[in-house]
């Protein structure tokens, strides 16, 4: 595969802060393959559920032409989540099916080693990580390496990594060990100690790895090679919920990384994909040959708009 996402899948039942509910959606890393689909098919979502995986998904798989090859069905039931988000935009995220179940089944749902580099090869160009920092298959990340010897590997950080100080030593770290992460303000304030945009722009240039910072309806930041690409968020006034969108941002961002794209068409490209993604309850429904192109398009006339402003 061209490219590979890891990382759980999740079915959600939502509360927001006005008090409103939807239950049931498509959550967890697929969010990170529909950064990327709008602007390269050949992607595969390496995760672990159970046998109830084609109740909630088989639909949406099959509308996109998705695979199923990299699903690990290791789970006595797909896991279920109460995701309760708060006025400042941070959540709460809890088993519907309690802490007994993720104590007994939380290590089985992991990513293992073996479920990447089954389909890895020197053909395959990026690789997405949400997996914590202390999480085993970072320990095999040259086995990884091997398997793919061309790809670049994102990693999106966790705000429980973040929040932990006694984690930010193994943070860095990692980060030095990877191509390219991805962090947005809260997660950065927490990991760097500052107070202000500004300040993490340059705790993020001064670790010297290339970044999408995101910066919630604000937009993003990419961060490469000692400077900010700046890009707004898009099509706010067409949002119905913004779940997800960090995720298929920072997938999107792999995806122009590996490219070699110019860093401000990378987060143009990043930032156009979250607009899709809020356009609705859940994932983006279908991509189309179409769509590529409206937005191949829309990314060029963007480009031209920002390039002298950054």
């Given at each position: 595969?061209?490219?590979?996402?890891?990382?759980?899948?999740?079915?959600?039942?939502?509360?927001y802060p006005d008090g409103r509910s939807v239950t049931g959606q498509?959550?967890?890393?697929?969010?990170?393959?529909?950064?990327?689909?709008?602007?390269?098919d050949d992607v595969l979502f390496v995760t672990t559920a159970g046998?109830?995986?084609?109740?909630?998904?088989?639909?949406?798989?099959?509308?996109?032409?998705?695979?199923?090859?990299?699903?690990?069905?290791?789970?006595?039931?797909?896991?279920?989540?109460?995701?309760?988000?708060?006025?400042?935009?941070?959540?709460?995220?809890?088993?519907?099916?309690?802490?007994?179940?993720?104590?007994?089944?939380?290590?089985?749902?992991?990513?293992?080693?073996?479920?990447?580099?089954?389909?890895?090869?020197?053909?395959?160009?990026?690789?997405?990580?949400?997996?914590?920092?202390?999480?085993?298959?970072?320990?095999?990340?040259?086995?990884?390496?091997?398997?793919?010897?061309?790809?670049?590997?994102?990693?999106?950080?966790?705000?429980?990594?973040?929040?932990?100080?006694?984690?930010?030593?193994?943070?860095?770290?990692?980060?030095?060990?990877?191509?390219?992460?991805?962090?947005?303000?809260?997660?950065?304030?927490?990991?760097?100690?500052?107070?202000?945009?500004?300040?993490?722009?340059?705790?993020?240039?001064?670790?010297?790895?290339?970044?999408?910072?995101?910066?919630?309806?604000?937009?993003?930041?990419?961060?490469q090679d000692g400077h900010a690409w700046y890009a707004p968020a898009?099509?706010?006034?067409?949002?119905?919920?913004?779940?997800?969108?960090?995720?298929?941002?920072?997938?999107?961002?792999?995806?122009?990384?590996?490219?070699?794209?110019?860093?401000?068409?990378?987060?143009?490209?990043?930032?156009?994909?979250?607009?899709?993604?809020?356009?609705?309850?859940?994932?983006?429904?279908?991509?189309?040959?179409?769509?590529?192109?409206?937005?191949?398009?829309?990314?060029?006339?963007?480009?031209?708009?920002?390039?002298?402003?950054?």
């Amino acid at each position: 595969m061209t490219y590979i996402i890891s990382g759980c899948t999740l079915v959600d039942d939502i509360i927001y802060p006005d008090g409103r509910s939807v239950t049931g959606q498509l959550g967890g890393s697929l969010y990170a393959l529909t950064g990327i689909k709008p602007y390269d098919d050949d992607v595969l979502f390496v995760t672990t559920a159970g046998p109830d995986f084609d109740q909630f998904y088989g639909d949406y798989y099959r509308k996109n032409g998705l695979s199923m090859a990299g699903v690990q069905s290791v789970l006595p039931h797909t896991r279920h989540n109460i995701l309760a988000y708060e006025s400042n935009g941070r959540w709460r995220e809890y088993s519907k099916h309690g802490i007994d179940f993720e104590l007994t089944w939380g290590n089985v749902a992991r990513i293992q080693t073996a479920h990447i580099t089954a389909h890895a090869s020197d053909q395959t160009r990026g690789m997405y990580f949400e997996s914590a920092v202390r999480e085993p298959i970072w320990r095999d990340l040259a086995a990884i390496r091997a398997a793919a010897p061309h790809a670049k590997i994102m990693w999106e950080l966790l705000p429980s990594d973040c929040d932990a100080t006694n984690r930010h030593a193994a943070i860095r770290d990692l980060i030095q060990r990877v191509d390219i992460y991805s962090l947005n303000l809260p997660e950065s304030v927490a990991l760097f100690g500052t107070t202000s945009e500004a300040e993490s722009i340059a705790a993020i240039i001064a670790i010297g790895i290339p970044c999408l910072f995101r910066v919630g309806t604000r937009g993003a930041y990419m961060i490469q090679d000692g400077h900010a690409w700046y890009a707004p968020a898009y099509d706010l006034e067409a949002t119905v919920d913004a779940t997800g969108c960090g995720n298929c941002a920072t997938g999107a961002a792999l995806y122009g990384y590996a490219e070699g794209l110019h860093p401000l068409r990378t987060v143009i490209q990043a930032n156009l994909a979250a607009a899709l993604n809020a356009r609705q309850y859940g994932p983006f429904p279908a991509f189309s040959p179409l769509l590529r192109l409206q937005l191949g398009e829309r990314v060029e006339a963007e480009f031209g708009r920002l390039e002298g402003k950054n």
